[in-house]
């Protein structure tokens, strides 16, 4: 039987394929308690794991915010603005080892103290997210997956969905971040009906 791929290119699998081509995720921003500071770092690979109350991102043992989490058992997630990627970078910074990343960065971004757990959040960010550990997954090869139970949970009010508001309008005004891995970002502030089927139930 022919390939119905064989006019696209195909990828080696035995090396990460994720830069070969574009995908959409969120840009979000965890926080954790770290020695006696705290650590900010952006992750991409984020999203509710299903549709009750629990977040997960993916992380690597080799990183801060992997023992910080497994230490303390809570993380923040901020979901930052548009116009603030520049914060979310700010908070990939790599660290000094002389100096730790609370000092050497923590202390210029403008965060607010989380309200249920001990760790900050990105000040001005449209949507405020604290939780405690529920599971991490290893074995990814050198990743994990940190899931987390959501404890608290706040919203900006431009950007809560409200029935009496026009959606398109909304996000219209009040756009949204989005990540194109790997290493573009977009704001997205034209949005259309998804066409579900007649009497579709989730």
Not at 18 to 46: C, N, Q
Not at 55 to 67: A, M
Not at 79 to 106: G, T
Request: aromatic letters at 12%; proline letters at 5%.
């Amino acid at each position: 039987m022919e390939s119905k791929t064989k006019d696209f290119v195909q990828l080696d699998v035995s090396t990460s394929i994720w830069s070969r081509f574009f995908t959409i995720a969120p840009l979000v921003i965890i926080g954790t308690k770290e020695e006696k500071g705290y650590d900010m770092a952006p992750k991409h690979l984020a999203m509710p794991m299903g549709f009750n109350n629990y977040f997960g991102f993916v992380c690597t043992p080799r990183h801060s915010t992997y023992h910080n989490v497994l230490e303390h058992k809570e993380f923040s997630v901020s979901f930052p603005l548009s116009n603030q990627v520049v914060l979310a970078s700010i908070s990939a910074s790599p660290r000094n080892k002389y100096i730790s990343k609370s000092e050497q960065i923590i202390h210029v971004l403008p965060t607010i103290k989380a309200n249920t757990i001990d760790a900050l959040l990105v000040k001005d960010s449209y949507v405020y997210l604290e939780c405690k550990l529920f599971k991490i997954i290893d074995g990814f090869d050198d990743n994990s997956m940190i899931a987390g139970k959501i404890c608290a949970a706040a919203v900006h009010p431009d950007y809560i969905k409200v029935s009496e508001k026009d959606e398109q309008e909304q996000l219209s005004k009040h756009p949204l971040l989005a990540y194109l891995a790997d290493g573009r970002f977009a704001t997205i502030s034209e949005t259309f009906n998804f066409p579900f089927p007649k009497n579709f139930t989730r």
